[in-house]
């Protein structure tokens, strides 16, 4: 039986990547930074012992950094190495399709960290075709802030609030029983159309619930993600007839193409178990891709060290029952997507290495090298898999 099962640690960075500084972004550590936070505010380590077993700590020890406090004393039992990522970003669509095997070909449209930040044209047509009185927002914010800031006159206007990040995004938050889901993932499709022409990665539905001073962002977020403009992993599996199963916001982010199967859960507990229930009924030659979406939205985004450091433990614990299950044939590779260190300036992604992490009950351990692009990640999933020669990327050296 060979099988692949592709984790992505959303936010995972292990330290500024070489071409960091043109992000602004030298010095941006993810781990290192929440390890070294750990560490001094409570004099013990990160209790990760199932990572630093599959070789984390040498991981990062390979990119010249260490984790303050975390020693494992065994060699490793995984193949470990980085990988820097080649595509001109710092966001989701961009980590994740290289690490599939499609480094981005474009740079992606950004909107300016101006007041008001859209084009007027943009949002004319916008409210016309979406039948709506204006927008609030119109700037560069942080989402749970944004609306607790607006929420109460979006309640009494009727308006949708609209803003961006430093990511390549149009994001639209409205209240799910005083706007409407329905309508709000409606308006979000017609926003996907009109920011075609700029480029925009992802528009973004962004719901809440709950009254003024207790709003509250549910899990019914939905991503409308461009379209990978080429081969990848996913479509490359799902068209040779291969099961493939997209777990958490994959099917988002790869606009639903090749995405097989998606499975929906909240939060990295229900998306880990939802991992494990579809690993023992997984077809020979199958594929699932996991997104664990937690560490980047609820801790990295709003600089939250502590929990971050917390949902590294609960995962680790996590991952220990999944390799459980592993078979012989089995591949299991973690990784992330970029960096979101909770201790660096602003709440937005950092451009950082990320960490390489391969495991199969019958692969050698050992260090599979610092990686020149993240697409090396998927090219080792379709050798594994035994799938056509179709992506970028190096498999060389990653499976022994």
Same mark, same amino acid.
């Given at each position: $039986?060979?099988?692949?099962?592709?984790?992505? $640690?959303?936010?995972?960075?292990?330290?500024?990547?070489?071409?960091?500084?043109?992000?602004?972004?030298?010095?941006?550590?993810?781990?290192?930074?929440?390890?070294?936070?750990?560490?001094?505010?409570?004099?013990?380590?990160?209790?990760?012992?199932?990572?630093?077993?599959?070789?984390?700590?040498?991981?990062?020890?390979?990119?010249?950094? @260490?984790?303050?406090?975390?020693?494992?004393?065994?060699?490793?039992?995984?193949?470990?190495?980085?990988?820097?990522?080649?595509?001109?970003?710092?966001?989701?669509?961009?980590?994740?399709?290289?690490?599939?095997?499609?480094?981005?070909?474009?740079?992606?449209?950004?909107?300016?960290?101006? %007041?008001?930040?859209?084009?007027?044209?943009?949002?004319?047509?916008?409210?016309?075709?979406?039948?709506?009185?204006?927008?609030?927002?119109?700037?560069?914010?942080?989402?749970?802030?944004? #609306? %607790?800031?607006?929420?109460?006159?979006?309640?009494?206007?009727?308006?949708?609030?609209?803003? @961006?990040?430093?990511?390549?995004?149009?994001? +639209?938050?409205?209240?799910?029983?005083?706007?409407?889901?329905?309508?709000?993932?409606?308006?979000?499709? #017609?926003?996907?159309?009109?920011?075609?022409?700029?480029?925009?990665?992802?528009?973004?539905?962004?719901?809440?619930?709950?009254?003024?001073?207790?709003?509250?962002?549910?899990?019914?977020?939905?991503?409308?993600?461009?379209?990978?403009?080429?081969?990848?992993?996913?479509?490359?599996? =799902?068209?040779?007839?291969?099961?493939? #199963?997209?777990?958490?916001?994959?099917?988002?982010?790869?606009?639903?193409?090749?995405?097989?199967? %998606?499975?929906?859960?909240?939060?990295?507990?229900?998306?880990?178990?939802?991992?494990?229930?579809?690993?023992?009924?997984?077809?020979?030659?199958?594929? +699932?891709?996991?997104?664990? #979406?937690?560490?980047?939205?609820?801790?990295?985004?709003?600089?939250?060290?502590?929990?971050?450091?917390?949902?590294?433990? =609960?995962?680790?614990? %996590?991952?220990?029952?999944? +390799?459980?299950?592993?078979?012989?044939?089995?591949?299991?590779?973690?990784?992330?997507?970029?960096?979101?260190?909770?201790?660096?300036?602003? @709440?937005?992604? @950092?451009?950082?290495?990320?960490?390489?992490?391969?495991?199969?009950?019958?692969?050698?351990?050992?260090?599979?090298?610092?990686?020149?692009?993240?697409?090396?990640?998927?090219?080792?999933?379709?050798?594994?898999?035994?799938?056509?020669?179709?992506?970028?990327?190096?498999?060389?050296?990653?499976?022994?």
């Amino acid at each position: $039986m060979t099988r692949a099962i592709l984790l992505v $640690m959303d936010s995972v960075g292990i330290g500024s990547a070489p071409d960091a500084r043109r992000f602004g972004d030298e010095g941006a550590d993810t781990l290192g930074h929440i390890a070294a936070y750990r560490f001094n505010s409570c004099r013990r380590p990160l209790d990760i012992p199932h990572l630093a077993a599959l070789g984390l700590s040498e991981a990062v020890r390979a990119t010249g950094r @260490t984790l303050p406090g975390l020693v494992h004393r065994a060699p490793p039992s995984g193949r470990y190495g980085f990988a820097r990522e080649i595509s001109p970003g710092k966001d989701t669509p961009s980590g994740h399709w290289e690490i599939a095997g499609l480094p981005v070909p474009f740079a992606w449209g950004y909107f300016p960290e101006v %007041e008001p930040c859209f084009p007027d044209a943009l949002i004319g047509e916008f409210c016309r075709r979406a039948d709506l009185p204006g927008i609030l927002g119109n700037c560069h914010a942080s989402g749970t802030q944004i #609306i %607790e800031r607006l929420g109460a006159e979006h309640l009494a206007s009727g308006k949708p609030i609209c803003y @961006t990040s430093a990511d390549s995004v149009f994001q +639209i938050a409205a209240h799910e029983g005083h706007f409407g889901l329905e309508r709000l993932y409606a308006i979000c499709a #017609i926003a996907r159309e009109l920011v075609d022409p700029l480029m925009i990665g992802r528009v973004i539905a962004r719901p809440f619930t709950g009254a003024p001073g207790s709003f509250v962002r549910t899990a019914n977020r939905r991503d409308y993600s461009v379209p990978p403009p080429g081969p990848n992993l996913l479509s490359l599996a =799902s068209g040779e007839g291969r099961e493939v #199963i997209s777990v958490g916001k994959i099917g988002d982010i790869f606009a639903h193409v090749g995405c097989g199967r %998606e499975v929906k859960a909240s939060g990295n507990a229900e998306l880990m178990k939802a991992t494990r229930e579809a690993l023992p009924d997984l077809a020979d030659g199958g594929l +699932i891709f996991t997104n664990l #979406i937690d560490f980047d939205t609820l801790y990295g985004h709003r600089r939250d060290p502590e929990g971050y450091a917390q949902a590294l433990e =609960s995962f680790d614990r %996590e991952l220990a029952a999944l +390799i459980a299950l592993l078979k012989a044939g089995d591949l299991l590779i973690v990784t992330a997507d970029h960096g979101c260190d909770p201790t660096w300036p602003g @709440t937005d992604h @950092t451009r950082e290495l990320v960490p390489v992490l391969a495991y199969a009950p019958d692969l050698k351990p050992g260090f599979l090298g610092a990686r020149e692009s993240f697409a090396d990640i998927g090219a080792a999933c379709a050798t594994h898999l035994g799938l056509p020669p179709h992506l970028a990327g190096d498999a060389s050296g990653m499976l022994m």
